[in-house]
């Protein structure tokens, strides 16, 4: 779950960045500290769906928009077991 938290961190930032948003701007308009911002991007902090569309919409993203990013995020990732009980 560490390697996917610090992955989606790092989506964060790349869309943040992408904005031309900084951590401290995102986490003014997000009502946080940059410190909060910052754990989140570092992996360090989990994340709601709810935080995540909240941070989507301040950097004027929609999840349609990431899904690509999003599902990137499980490429390479084992099969679960009922999907491979025929192996």
């Not at 900084?22 to 909060?36: F, I, K, P, R, V």
Request: aromatic fraction near 6%; proline fraction near 2%.
């Amino acid at each position: 779950m560490e390697d996917f938290n610090s992955s989606l961190g790092q989506l964060i930032a790349k869309w943040r960045r992408c904005s031309g948003m900084s951590q401290a701007a995102l986490a003014e308009t997000l009502g946080n500290q940059q410190t909060s911002i910052s754990k989140l991007e570092n992996g360090s902090k989990r994340i709601t769906v709810a935080e995540l569309a909240q941070i989507l919409y301040a950097c004027g993203l929609t999840f349609g928009e990431v899904s690509d990013d999003l599902d990137s995020l499980f490429i390479d990732k084992p099969q679960p077991l009922w999907e491979r009980i025929n192996e």
